[in-house]
C-alpha cells in the first residue's frame, strides 16, 4: 500500500483528491480563476470543469446573471457586500478565517432552484500571502422546505388558511414602524361576519366553519398586493393590513370585499340585515405620528366596525383619521 511519503508528487495528490472529494468543491487563485471544480460539483450544478477552470465564469452554475460567490467575496476581501448577497451569512471571527453563508441559488445548467449552505476558506503559502480559496457546497433543498413549511403552518390559521392573529400582529407591528419612519399611510379594515352566531344556531358549526372558509377565501382574492396581509383576527372576525395606500384607495378594497363577501351568495335565513352571509367592515386610514401604537389603530378600526354595524351593517365606515 502506497502511503503519503511515497507520493511524489503532492500538489498532483492534492488536486486529484479535491476532485474526488463527495462534498462539491470548487477552488480559485488569488486573481479569482476557477483552478479545480470537482466531480461533485460537476453532478451539483451540471457545469463541466471545462466549462469553468481558468475562467472566472463559476457565478453561472448558481446565477442567471453575474454577481460574486462567496469564494470572490473572499479573494478581494469584499465582505461588507455579504448582506446584499446572502439569506444569512457570518463574517470571519476568532474561530474561523473563512466566510459562511446559506443562500437560494437558480442553477440555471441543472435546471433546479437549490438552497444551499456555502462555505468558503482561505489558503496561504508560508509567508502569509493567499493562494486560493476553498468554496464548499451543501445542499440544504429539503430541510428548508421543510424549515419554511412549518413556518407557513404557524403563522396561517388552520382553518380558514389565510394569516393568523400571530401573523396578524407581527406584520402590524412591523408596517407602523415602516409608515412612521417614511410618513407613509396606512390603512388597516376590521370585518366582521353579519349575526353569526344565529348562522350557526340555524345551521351548525360545521357549516358555520365553512362559511368562514369562504368568507376568507372571498376576503383574500380582493387582497392583491404582495405588501398587503388578510388574516383571520378571531372568530368570526377578519382584519386586512394594507400599507401605503390612501384613504379612496383603502375604502375600494374594503368595498371590493364587502361586495365578494355579499357575491357569495351564501344562504343565512337567520339574519337580521339580508337573505345572505354579509360583511360590516370598520376601516381606518392615516399617516401614523410617532406616538400611535398598534392597540391605538385598531381601537380606531375597532369602534368603526361597531359603527357600521350599529347603523345596519352590510357597509362600510371610515374612522375619522383625525380623531
Known amino acids: 500500500m502506497a502511503t503519503l511519503p511515497d507520493i511524489q508528487d503532492d500538489h498532483l495528490f492534492a488536486v486529484r483528491l479535491m476532485e474526488h472529494l463527495v462534498v462539491p468543491t470548487f477552488v480559485l487563485n488569488s486573481n479569482g480563476d476557477v483552478i479545480i471544480w470537482n466531480k461533485a460539483c460537476e453532478r451539483l450544478t451540471g457545469v463541466s470543469a471545462e466549462e469553468v477552470l481558468h475562467t472566472k465564469n463559476h457565478w453561472c452554475a448558481f446565477y442567471d446573471k453575474p454577481r460574486a460567490c462567496l469564494a470572490d467575496i473572499l479573494v478581494h476581501g469584499r465582505a461588507d457586500e455579504m448582506e446584499g448577497l446572502y439569506t444569512s451569512y457570518s463574517a470571519p471571527g476568532d474561530s474561523h478565517q473563512g466566510l459562511r453563508a446559506e443562500n437560494w441559488c437558480v442553477m440555471p445548467k441543472a435546471a433546479k432552484r437549490l438552497y444551499l449552505a456555502i462555505n468558503s476558506g482561505p489558503i496561504y503559502n508560508d509567508t502569509g500571502e493567499l493562494i486560493a480559496v476553498v468554496e464548499t457546497l451543501r445542499d440544504m433543498t429539503e430541510q428548508k422546505q421543510a424549515e419554511n413549511a412549518l413556518q407557513s403552518l404557524a ?4 382553518l380558514t388558511g389565510i394569516a393568523n392573529r400571530r401573523s396578524f400582529d407581527m406584520a402590524l ?20 361576519i353579519d349575526h353569526f352566531k344565529l348562522y350557526n344556531d340555524l345551521y351548525g358549526h360545521q357549516k358555520g366553519d365553512r362559511c368562514l372558509k369562504l368568507v376568507a377565501k372571498a376576503i383574500a382574492a380582493e387582497v392583491k398586493r404582495p405588501s398587503d396581509l388578510a388574516a383571520r383576527y378571531g372568530g368570526e372576525e377578519f382584519a386586512v ?78 374612522a375619522d383619521a383625525t380623531a
Open 173 to 192: 407591528e412591523a408596517d407602523l414602524l415602516h409608515a412612521k419612519r417614511e410618513r407613509a399611510p396606512l390603512a388597516l379594515l376590521l370585518g366582521d
Open 241 to 318: 393590513i394594507l400599507p401605503g395606500i390612501d384613504a379612496a384607495g383603502a375604502l375600494r378594497v374594503a368595498e371590493s370585499i364587502r361586495t365578494a363577501v355579499f357575491a357569495l351568495n351564501e344562504r343565512h335565513k337567520g339574519s337580521e340585515t339580508s337573505d345572505r352571509v354579509t360583511l360590516s367592515i370598520g376601516l381606518v386610514c392615516l399617516v401614523p405620528d410617532d406616538v400611535m401604537s398598534e392597540a391605538d389603530l385598531i381601537e380606531r378600526a375597532d369602534k368603526a366596525l361597531y359603527t357600521a354595524k350599529e347603523s345596519g351593517r352590510n357597509q362600510v365606515v371610515v
Open 155 to 158: 403563522h396561517k390559521d388552520g
